[in-house]
């Protein structure tokens, strides 16, 4: 391995890591602010810490460390190894911290119930998306579920629905019917933030250009975007005729300068424009 090559392999690590602390910041605050103040339990253990801080009053992050334990112990054993370990022990344990390390600050944001549910599902969703970005994991019933999954073949969807539906169904009894609506609302809006979170910066745009003029289009865009394309050969349907068919992966911000560059050079250009929703190569997102 190159000195370069060290280098941006430990500024990889280390953005990795300070992805790792603001993602389980995030997910502390939602729970310390906006979740246990309002009695809205969420899935998984830290769902089950929040129960028995209302029953035994015990503090919600040291039972989220605690529970995670021996799931760090067997996830590190038969699931990921050094990589997975790390990353979700460091996750887990900077989150069960920073829950009662708030907790002399906590105090209720806001007295609607609509409101602290929106904003903690949605600043959850945020810090998880962060943590998975970085390719760790919060713990928990996610390791559960895969523990599962490798065992018996269970679908790791299945088995944190199945654990999610205990602990809501002991929260009913303890919250009542109204704040499990609103755990729900968290739920959905905290799984809409993590899909916002990891699709962003993968999105991009492709074109297909069907041009009599590949060349001039080709340098163009290389020189003018820094983009490269790739040429195929196409067989027109009706005319029968060979026409060259060059496919381009842009940014979404690019996509403009692309449409701008082709008019000019051929306003014959036929181009068809498609969402991308992850590209994986250089001068896009890396593989994870």
């Known amino acids: 391995m190159t000195a370069s090559s060290r280098w941006r392999r430990i500024a990889s690590t280390m953005y990795d890591y300070v992805l790792l602390t603001i993602g389980a910041l995030l997910s502390a605050a939602a729970v310390r602010f906006f979740l246990v103040p309002n009695q809205v339990v969420s899935g998984g253990i830290t769902g089950v810490a929040q129960l028995l801080n209302t029953f035994l009053g015990t503090p919600v992050g040291a039972v989220v460390l605690i529970l995670n334990v021996p799931l760090l112990i067997a996830g590190w054993r038969y699931l990921g190894g050094a990589v997975f370990g790390v990353r ?15 907790a002399p600050f906590a105090r209720p944001i806001t007295n609607d119930p609509l409101l602290y549910s929106l904003y903690g599902g949605l600043i959850d969703g945020l810090g998880i998306g962060l943590v998975l970005r970085a390719r760790g994991t919060t713990g928990g019933s996610d390791i559960l579920a895969r523990l599962i999954e490798r065992r ?71 020189h003018r975007l820094g983009r490269g394309l790739t040429q195929l050969e196409g067989i027109g349907g009706y005319t029968g005729m060979t026409r060259a068919v060059l496919l381009c992966v842009v940014a979404r911000t690019e996509i403009g300068a692309l449409k701008n560059i082709i008019s000019t050079v051929d306003p014959a250009a036929f181009v068809i424009v498609g969402e991308v929703d992850e590209v994986i190569g250089e001068g896009f997102s890396r593989s994870t």
């Open 88 to 102: 979700t022990f460091y996750t887990v344990v900077v989150m069960s911290l920073a829950i009662d390390g708030l």
């Open 152 to 222: 018996f073949g269970i679908q790791p969807g299945r088995s944190l629905l199945g654990f999610d539906t205990m602990v809501f169904t002991a929260a009913l009894f303890s919250y009542g019917p109204e704040k499990i609506l609103y755990a729900l609302l968290v739920a959905f809006t905290s799984s809409r933030a993590i899909d916002t979170v990891l699709a962003a910066g993968k999105g991009a745009r492709q074109a297909l250009i069907i041009t009599s003029s590949p060349e001039p289009i080709r340098q163009a865009v290389l």
